[in-house]
């Protein structure tokens, strides 16, 4: 696979399981870690495998970890263990060096509602030090649309920021389950923050990390928002077993060809 832009969903504690099969299709993984796997992390082996992808050719991005966790949350103790994941998982950048890391914001109205200002001014406490260490990095840091219904909040936390290392990361099946906007209104309003996508597929009733092509999402749609809006973003495959791997790769060819011309 020679698209440099094109990524795998890749969970930290199957890489080395999964290593000979990244090399031999020379495939980019995005490394996603939970808080177990970075609370057992041996950097000794962190470092192994960065080198063996580097001089592979292998590029990365991260995932960082979501469960449980919420950048703007009211709760102390829930902010402090936010934080504190958050480090850990920029310590495991500055070995990985990744093009981008993935975080999830946290917000869903039905949980925050009228604190929404409260949500955005923690968040914003929460991600100045992960920016900085992105910065000293050289990646970029970018918040995924999980529930929200429309763009606003993650608007907001982009522009307190105004910055190229803090980006969007639009996962389209995210959008097809919780967005009340069109996809053309989503890009209309976050396009040009794009820095990643998240690619997978369902029918808007479970999140199914379906490949994409296999379910009910409009991809041509898509990719043409995306060479509009974002050409340079990185593309993520969020696949969760080798078989769908495989498939969403094949699926998705045609749309690469239009990218990568011979």
């Known amino acids: 696979m020679k698209a440099k832009q094109v990524f795998v969903h890749a969970p930290y504690a199957l890489i080395g399981e999964h290593l000979d099969f990244i090399l031999k299709r020379g495939i980019n993984p995005e490394i996603a870690f939970t808080g177990d796997s970075l609370d057992t992390l041996d950097v000794r082996k962190l470092r192994e495998v960065s080198q063996v992808l580097s001089e592979n050719g292998i590029r990365t991005t991260i995932h960082a970890p979501f469960m449980d966790l919420s950048p703007g949350a009211l709760d102390r103790l829930v902010l402090e263990a936010t934080r504190q994941r958050f480090q850990q998982v920029m310590a495991a950048a500055a070995v990985l060096r990744p093009e981008v ?113 296999e379910a009910g999402i409009d991809f041509p749609l898509f990719f043409r928002l995306m060479a509009h809006y974002a050409p340079e973003a990185a593309w993520t495959i969020e696949a969760h077993n080798r078989e769908a791997v495989e498939r969403a790769l094949e699926n998705l060819s045609p749309f690469l060809a239009e990218r990568y011309p011979e």
Request: net charge negative; aromatic share 14%; hydrophobic share 40%.
């Open 101 to 213: 890391v993935v975080f999830h914001p946290g917000f869903d109205r039905w949980r925050f509602g009228s604190n929404r200002n409260r949500w955005l001014a923690h968040s914003i406490e929460t991600f100045q030090p992960v920016v900085e260490s992105a910065a000293a990095i050289g990646c970029t840091v970018a918040v995924e649309n999980i529930f929200e219904e429309e763009p606003s909040t993650l608007k907001a936390l982009l522009e307190a920021f105004d910055s190229p290392l803090f980006r969007h990361c639009f996962d389209v099946g995210h959008w097809n389950l919780f967005s009340k906007l069109s996809m053309a209104e989503w890009f209309a309003e976050l396009g040009p923050y794009i820095a990643e996508a998240h690619i997978h597929d369902n029918h808007g009733l479970s999140d199914d990390h379906s490949p994409l092509g």
